[in-house]
């Protein structure tokens, strides 16, 4: 039995060193919308994030939501790929903002919506 215990710890260990020789480690991203200007039923928003992770967030009134996601990933700079759709007191779109091409995020890390 304790020969096979101590096989398995040097095969995790070796799998261990493979991953962190080759940099890509699990890193933290996380969204925040805030919600302190959202009424209810509205307005309100929903956020979009499609790069580098894959997040949809609606706000709501009075707290600050948050998404979180685990990538494994190089830790570094990313495009940043999002879109938040605004909608008025009647829960009709009120129109979009898009993220731009040159738009970009460091991960691990986080972004803010205030809504």
């Known amino acids: 039995m304790t020969r096979l215990l101590l096989l398995t710890l040097l095969v995790a260990g070796a799998a261990c060193n493979a991953s962190t020789d080759s940099g890509i ?3 933290r991203f996380v969204i925040y919308v805030d919600g302190t200007g959202t009424g209810n039923p509205g307005p309100y928003c929903h956020v979009t994030v499609n ?3 894959f997040l949809n967030i ?7 939501d948050s998404g979180v996601a ?3 990933v190089k830790a570094g700079r990313y495009r940043f790929n999002w879109q938040v759709d605004g909608y008025d007191s009647g829960g009709q ?14 991960v691990p890390g ?6």
């Open 25 to 27: 480690q699990p890193a």
């Open 51 to 53: 790069t580098p992770a």
């Open 58 to 64: 609606t706000s709501h009134p009075g707290v600050v």
């Open 70 to 72: 685990m990538l494994n």
């Open 93 to 106: 779109l009120a129109g979009s903002t898009n993220s731009s091409p040159t738009d970009s995020i460091d």
């Open 110 to 115: 986080f972004s803010y919506f205030f809504c």
